[in-house]
């Protein structure tokens, strides 16, 4: 299994509506990045999160990082068709390395 | 706007024929990496650099290999692509290498027939 676990792989949402991405990991976490990738481009930063219950915001783009739990969720208010595409997590481990979830691919039905 | 291209953005070569692919930065950052991403995969890391040190996966083949002549530019040379070596290949740098953002170019998809 992989050391970083998205939930759901993919997801299909009314536009309008909200909608919650999971990221657990299977070992401490000690940064946690959220990225966007559109289909066949590179990777987008969206924010990143370091201490346990940080939350942070970008627009309508929300994350949290649950360190007990090992776990970050991106939440989105009111979906728009600008947020379809790929949402990607990925962690720092302790060699400055980042690893990476296999993805959320986001699909927002008009 | 400062950013990272990569070239070509798709690449065709035949099986066996060494291809290089190429990254180049105008964020003036330390650290470039090099990524192969399979359909519906995570990003897997290749190597990366840390201004001129070089600095290789484990599980990285051999058949891999990467120049950084300068702080610019970073190239990716596959000595002889396998079907298996058909991916996405991105390159992203960032400042530093603890807690950094990457910051990520448009990728190459590489095409092996």
């Known amino acids: 299994s992989q050391e970083l676990e998205q939930s759901p792989q993919s997801l299909i949402v009314q536009e309008g509506k909200n909608l919650t991405i999971n990221c657990t990991s299977s070992?401490?976490?000690?940064?946690l990045y959220w990225y966007k990738q559109k289909y066949g481009e590179g990777l987008i930063f969206l924010m990143m999160l370091q201490k346990g219950g940080e939350e942070k915001s970008h627009e309508k783009i929300t994350a949290k990082l649950d360190e007990k739990k090992q776990q970050s969720s991106l939440h989105i208010t009111a979906s728009q068709p600008s947020h379809a595409g790929i949402y990607l997590c990925g962690a720092d481990r302790s060699n400055y390395q980042l690893i990476w979830g296999a993805g959320t691919k986001l699909i927002i039905k008009p | 706007d400062a950013m990272v291209i990569q070239n070509p953005r798709y690449q065709v070569t035949q099986f066996g024929k060494p291809v290089t692919l190429s990254c180049s930065q105008t964020l003036n950052h330390n650290v470039m990496y090099w990524y192969q991403q399979k359909s519906s995969q995570a990003p897997k890391l290749l190597f990366h650099?840390?201004?001129?040190?070089?600095?290789n996966e484990a599980d990285t083949p051999d058949n891999f290999q990467s120049r950084r002549p300068n702080t610019s530019f970073c190239f990716l040379d596959i000595r002889s692509p396998g079907l298996g070596d058909a991916a996405m290949y991105l390159c992203a740098t960032s400042e530093g290498q603890g807690g950094d953002e990457q910051y990520f170019g448009p990728g190459t998809r590489l095409t092996v027939t």
């Open positions: 650099y840390y201004d001129k040190d070089f600095n």
């Open positions: 070992k401490t976490l000690y940064g």
